[in-house]
């Protein structure tokens, strides 16, 4: 399981008080409200940064760390990531997962087929799509829909889908 999820990537900067835009990775940008703070890896080393101030513009997030006060501090940051520790990360409901914690799980038809792990989720606007790879077979696309997931266990690492028509 992974220890902590990339939440955005900054842009670049904005103004010159030391905020930056942030491209949200996360599927809700409205996040970024709850967060307190966040960890910068800057590719050399990872800081632990305190969220002061949180917009948003367009697609993007605007955020001010309190401890960078003006551009040139920030300046160097452009395209890099940043994470939330799992303890900060946002609380799923009931048959939520994230999908970091799901790649790499066994798929199995509700017949007991073997059909590959989870190499991927597309997120459409939709639902989400399943990428299932198998060594020899083309790539699976199943909706992430009730109708074809039956159950993601996740301490057994499976994942049970049934295969509708039409979908291979």
């Known amino acids: 399981m992974e220890d902590r999820f990339q939440v955005g990537i900054i842009s670049s900067t904005h103004g010159i008080g030391g905020e930056v835009k942030v491209y949200p990775t996360t599927d809700d940008a409205k996040r970024f409200r709850k967060l307190k703070q966040v960890i910068l890896d800057t590719g050399k080393e990872e800081m632990t940064l305190q969220v002061e101030r949180v917009r948003f513009f367009k697609q993007m997030v605007i955020l001010k760390f309190k401890e960078f006060q003006n551009i040139n501090e920030v300046e160097r940051f452009r395209g890099k990531s940043l994470y939330v520790t799992r303890e900060n990360a946002v609380k799923l409901q009931k048959d939520e997962y994230f999908i970091a914690d799901m790649i790499g799980l066994s798929v199995v038809s509700t017949e007991g087929e073997d059909l590959g792990e989870l190499a991927d989720v597309i ?44 979908l291979r």
């Open 123 to 166: 997120q459409t606007g939709a639902n989400d799509v399943y990428v299932v790879k198998k060594d020899g077979q083309p790539d699976l696309l199943l909706p992430a829909i009730k109708e074809c997931v039956r159950k993601v266990d996740m301490e057994n690492g499976v994942i049970t889908v049934y295969l509708m028509p039409g």
